[in-house]
């Protein structure tokens, strides 16, 4: 609620101090733009509820997002090239999964060899080229449904679907146990090894997803990835809620921080300021809402 909060307040301030902000390309740009923000942060939200992290994030995102542009322009269909790059982002963190879980390597660990090994994949698919030629009908995230740009549907509905299946299932449930203690859920009967496969897994499915959007929102893609794209998704899950420590967290809460996050950047540009306040801003969030989440947890003790 604080953030929902947080969105219509900075709009309206921000709006009445300059009435462009208002305009309906500027909000294009904060809600279609960034969407595929919002959706990599469901999939971060659940790793990290469930007592790990992802630094390779952004990494992914880019190179599932060339493959997808390689394909299209290499002659392959266009629903092949939206699938293969979900189907690739599902298989490289299951594998991620598996060092974490079976291998006892710690996620931080996992993911900052895979950010190694992704960056430099990209560089070599790309040569530091960007991908252009790209036909009309795979734009995905240029299409409208109802009326609505398809990426915001992809961010609500996905958001909708993912908070049902933490708060009415016992998949979720148990997402919650093994990062709240993975001792006592393994003493129900809830795998922790096992749940950790599965939610790399899913989180790179997100990570697909949140690519084909990102290399489907303009007319080229860009052979390197927003910089800090990684800092920018792992802190939407944090300052949604999700506890770094794990066991707590809602993806709901994520994906409105993305929201905020991305306002947070155009109000800057409308009001005159620098752009480098932004992580600034973003650093004070993560920070005050860590602290926050410590002070409450040791009053629960």
Known sequence: MFLAVAIVV???????????????????SIFV??????VAAIGMSLVIISGHIDVSIGALIGVLATVSGLLVTNGYPVWFSWLAPIAAGCAINLLVGVLVAYFRVPSIIATLAMLSILRGLLITL?????ISGLPPEFQLAQFRFFGIPSPIVFMIVLTLLAAFVM????????????GGNPEAAEAVGISHRAMTVKIFAIHGLFAGLAAVLFATQLQVIQSTVPNGLELVI??????GGVSILGGIGTVTGATLAAILFAEIGSSLIFLNVSAYWLRAVQGTLILVTVLADVARRQRAR
């Open 234 to 239: 792992i802190s939407a899950a944090v300052v």
């Open 167 to 178: 708060r009415n299932t016992a998949f979720g449930r148990a997402i919650y146990a093994v």
């Open 33 to 38: 733009g960034n969407a595929y923000i919002a």
């Open 126 to 130: 790309t040569g530091g080229a960007w």
């Open 10 to 28: 900075l709009l309206l301030a921000v709006g009445v101090s300059n009435p462009r902000f208002l305009s309906t390309n500027n909000l294009s």
